[in-house]
């Protein structure tokens, strides 16, 4: 099942979330319902490698440099979109003191999205352009199928490409945490 946006009467609601069948994934996006396939094992396998290298020294401050919320499909509401949901996401402790009591209302600093062939056209044709309107300053796309990461920042309101990284690509530095390294070669050893 490829990514697809349901025609409703109005706007979409968290209802139109809630009546999905099992196995199907829904998103609210400028008040249309998008849905696709649940992923794959090997893409929430990754994303939970990348959640565990990003955990330690940035949300929970091992040695530095901390100061980061980091949440695996967070569920987030903004103006228009009541519920959609990065693979990965991240805000900075600066500007969002504490965890929410609930579903996250503030704009991520750092999104990422693991592309998976479901949703691969969504991710990017979608979401992408979305992520730039609502403000989101960072942005990553893994490619589980060529293996890359695509480091991108939000400058003026347009993608500005920082870097592509490849699975041989051992250690890498990308923003924005770029305060350590985040090796990338052991994170593509767990899914050989």
Do not use: N
Request: charged share 30%; proline share 7%; glycine share 10%.
């Amino acid at each position: 099942m490829a990514y697809g946006a349901k025609t409703l009467e109005g706007p979409a609601t968290l209802a139109d979330i809630e009546a999905l069948p099992e196995g199907v994934v829904g998103e609210i996006i400028d008040g249309t319902l998008y849905t696709h396939a649940r992923p794959r094992a090997e893409h929430g396998y990754f994303g939970l490698r990348l959640f565990r290298e990003l955990d330690e020294s940035f949300q929970l401050g091992g040695e530095q440099p901390g100061g980061w919320w980091i949440m695996a499909e967070p569920g987030i509401r903004v103006g228009g979109s009541p519920e959609f949901s990065p693979d990965l996401a991240g805000w900075r402790r600066e500007r969002v003191p504490a965890l929410p009591q609930g579903q996250w209302t503030d704009v991520p600093d750092w999104a990422c999205e693991i592309l998976s062939p479901s949703t691969r056209g969504y991710d990017q044709r979608i979401k992408r352009p979305f992520y730039a309107r609502i403000g989101i300053r960072h942005l990553w796309f893994v490619d589980l199928e060529v293996r890359t990461l695509t480091v991108s920042e939000l400058r003026e309101g347009r993608w500005m490409e920082m870097g592509v990284y490849a699975e041989e690509d051992d250690l890498i530095r990308a923003p924005p945490f770029d305060e350590r390294d985040l090796r990338l070669g052991w994170l593509w050893k767990s899914i050989r």
